[in-house]
């Protein structure tokens, strides 16, 4: 059973900072793609951050360019997003999502329709 648990959001001022974590089972986690996206309320899901399997190539969303950092862990299933710089604008539910693609050197695919499976998100609230 494919499983993807986010953890890490919170209630931060702005200007703070915050890790999100994203442990993934069910799956070969070293085989995904592994990718953030985001939704704020009343506003569509969006693509954060992306990074390849092997963790080689990232991308990100031009509004997070800069103060978002997307890593990985293959040893520990696990995917992390460091925000920084944190401002009202980020406040939204964050999702995990995970896009089978064992091959490729850079990552491929931002839009929500490229990702097979999701996590049920975190919230992230950020206070002015």
């Known amino acids: 059973q494919v499983q993807l648990v986010e953890s890490g959001g919170g209630l931060v001022q702005a200007g703070g900072s915050l890790r999100l974590s994203c442990a993934a089972s069910?799956?070969?986690?070293?085989?995904?793609?592994m990718g953030w996206f985001r939704q704020p309320p009343g506003k569509e899901r969006e693509f954060v951050a992306a990074?390849?399997?092997?963790?080689?190539?990232?991308d990100y969303g031009d509004s997070v360019k800069g103060r978002f950092t997307i890593s990985r862990d293959n040893a520990k299933n696990t995917v992390y997003l460091q925000i920084n710089s944190l401002n009202p604008g980020d406040t939204a539910t964050y999702y995990c999502?995970?896009?089978?693609?064992?091959?490729?050197?850079?990552?491929?695919?931002?839009?929500?329709?490229?990702?097979?499976?999701w996590g049920k998100g975190t919230q992230v609230t950020v206070s002015s």
């Open positions: 990074i390849n399997y092997s963790g080689g190539s990232r």
């Open positions: 999502s995970a896009h089978y693609n064992p091959l490729s050197r850079v990552v491929i695919g931002t839009r929500t329709m490229d990702y097979e499976y």
């Open positions: 069910g799956f070969t986690f070293s085989t995904y793609q």
